[in-house]
């Protein structure tokens, strides 16, 4: 064969090579997270709530589907992925079970000039799919509920970490979303029993 057809065939070998890759990429998956809201039990507390944007630790600010496999193992998958940040579908579900529940008089989460009696606040510490074993969602959230008196100081009615895990299947990804929704779920109807009960206690006299 000529010198020029072997150095032209060279060149073209890598550029087919690539067409094949991308025909075999795997497609974007795009998730949201999910679950039927609560429906109205009991009396709200007769008071505004504002609910502000949780906060998420940095291993986990990404809308890739985190997993890990050991202590230390941590990867993303960037071909599944939540649809928005993960932080904020967290906040709009205990927001919207908030609402649902009528836990309370009114549940703010944009700007208003309605003041607010309570404050809801959370940092995501963790939500990852864990491949320890057993496949499992996991969510861990740090919760802090605050009255917010008309004078005086903030009172901390209470911060806490609270945890969901629900099982999965491993290397499925509509099972994580799935399964993270059915934790979220969980963190959200034990975050919103403990706000309730909270709220019932008294305000400390200054």
Do not use: K
């Not at 928005?84 to 927001?95: E, K, V, Y």
């Not at 074993?133 to 008309?150: D, I, K, N, Q």
């Amino acid at each position: 064969m000529p010198m020029r057809r072997l150095a032209a065939l060279a060149l073209l070998l890598p550029l087919l090579a690539a067409c094949g890759a991308l025909r075999s990429r795997q497609p974007d998956r795009n998730y949201r997270m999910a679950y039927t809201p609560p429906t109205p039990s009991g009396t709200p507390v007769p008071a505004t709530l504002r609910v502000l944007p949780f906060g998420i630790a940095a291993a986990y600010d990404r809308q890739g589907f985190v997993f890990r496999d050991g202590p230390y193992d941590i990867d993303v998958d960037n071909y599944n992925r939540w649809i928005a940040p993960p932080s904020a579908l967290i906040t709009d579900l205990i927001a919207r079970d908030l609402v649902a529940a009528h836990a309370f008089q009114a549940v703010l989460q944009a700007p208003s000039a309605l003041p607010a009696t309570y404050e809801l606040s959370g940092w995501i510490e963790t939500l990852e799919e864990r491949e320890e074993g057993t496949c499992l969602a996991h969510v861990r959230l740090r919760a802090l509920f605050v009255r917010v008196p008309e004078r005086g100081a903030r009172q901390v009615l209470f911060e806490d970490s609270m945890t969901g895990d629900e099982p999965c299947m491993r290397g499925d990804a509509a099972s994580v979303a799935e399964a993270t929704s059915r934790a979220v779920q969980h963190l959200s109807d034990d975050l919103r029993e403990r706000m309730i009960a909270a709220a019932s206690i008294p305000a400390a006299v200054p």
